[in-house]
């Protein structure tokens, strides 16, 4: 199958319904859907763009999942809720919009896309899951003023990260947040930061000084292990 259209009355599909279409090019989404299901377009490896209709509020977890050649995509303002992994290994993607409503990026949301070099949250993201941009190509990413969570490993591998702007509100860092982010030089931690997890910058080789807030109440292990370029914590 290369090219699908479905009917207008469709209004929902189901899990895995096109999972591993391996030859599907084209699929024409009817205004009127209301979700798409886990799944529903995994490893799709052909497709290269799609188009989600405006009715659609919700988008369940690996929708899109390990599409190697989607390049571009917008999600409209309507959905106000995705799940896990949903572009987790899109390699090519490079553009996205994301809803303005959306409060979450959920775990591994664009975990393994090495294309996605930027990209804006909306104002209103309040959390950022686990691993949600491991592995990512990102250069340089402003996190939303609203967050006060990173998860777990969200930007670990991000090797040709060199900035990234946090907000002040921000309360926790998890553990291996930026393991690995090789091109990091500085960081800048806010005031009231409380917590800072284990390995947060390990194998950050050009990180070159750290200021530790004294709002900070929990510093996990080896926080800076293999920093070769750091001269100063204070």
Known sequence: ITRIKLPMQMSKIDSGTFSQCSSLRKIALPE??????GSTF??????????IPATVKGIAARAFGGQKNLKAIIIPDGVSFIGNSIFANCSSLSEIRLPSDLTKIPDE?????????QIDLPANVAEIGEEAFMYTGLIRFVVPD?????????FEGCKALEEIVL??????????????CESLGQI??????KSIGRNVFRNCKKLREIVIPASVEYLGNFPMSNCDA???VY
């Open 188 to 193: 800048v931690l806010p005031a009231g930061l």
């Open 230 to 232: 750091l001269e100063a």
């Open 167 to 180: 907000p002040a509100g921000l309360k926790s860092i998890g553990k291996c947040a930026f393991w690995g």
């Open 32 to 37: 009127g859907l209301a979700s798409i299901e």
């Open 109 to 117: 949301t664009f975990s393994g896309c090495i294309g996605l070099s």
């Open 146 to 154: 609203r967050v006060e969570a990173i998860g777990d490993s969200a």
């Open 42 to 51: 995994w490893k799709c490896v052909s497709l290269q763009e799609i188009y």
